[in-house]
């Protein structure tokens, strides 16, 4: 089905990585303001449902849970995976 439709995964993986990447920015700065924050659960389904990448890149760009183990190990774990299942369903 998704072999199908290249420009349907293209924009849901724009758009879901931007998400990620959106979420850790305001994350950050709620974080710097001590105001009501986005649960770590909601960032890994995010970055779960395939935006890894924008959230990796959030971690880094906002400096924000680097210093959380489970997040250091956990979404860049995540990104190998989905590029793993990634590759397999496009090469079979």
Same mark, same amino acid.
Request: charged share 15%; net charge positive; hydrophobic share 60%.
């Given at each position: 089905?998704?072999?199908?439709?290249?420009?349907?995964?293209?924009?849901? *993986?724009?758009? #879901?990585?931007? &998400?990620?990447?959106? @979420?850790?920015?305001?994350?950050?700065?709620?974080?710097? %303001? !001590?105001?009501?924050?986005?649960?770590?659960?909601? *960032?890994?389904? #995010?970055?779960? &449902?395939?935006?890894? @990448?924008?959230?990796?890149?959030?971690?880094?760009?906002? %400096? !924000?849970?680097?210093?959380?183990?489970?997040?250091?190990?956990?979404?860049?774990?995540? &990104?190998?995976?989905?590029?793993?299942?990634?590759?397999?369903?496009?090469?079979?």
């Amino acid at each position: 089905m998704l072999k199908d439709s290249p420009m349907f995964l293209f924009w849901y *993986l724009l758009i #879901v990585n931007l &998400l990620a990447l959106i @979420l850790f920015g305001i994350d950050k700065y709620r974080a710097q %303001r !001590h105001q009501y924050r986005i649960p770590e659960a909601t *960032l890994f389904t #995010v970055a779960i &449902l395939g935006g890894s @990448l924008g959230a990796w890149a959030g971690m880094y760009l906002f %400096r !924000h849970k680097t210093a959380h183990k489970r997040f250091v190990i956990g979404i860049p774990l995540i &990104l190998v995976v989905q590029i793993v299942v990634a590759v397999w369903y496009f090469v079979n």
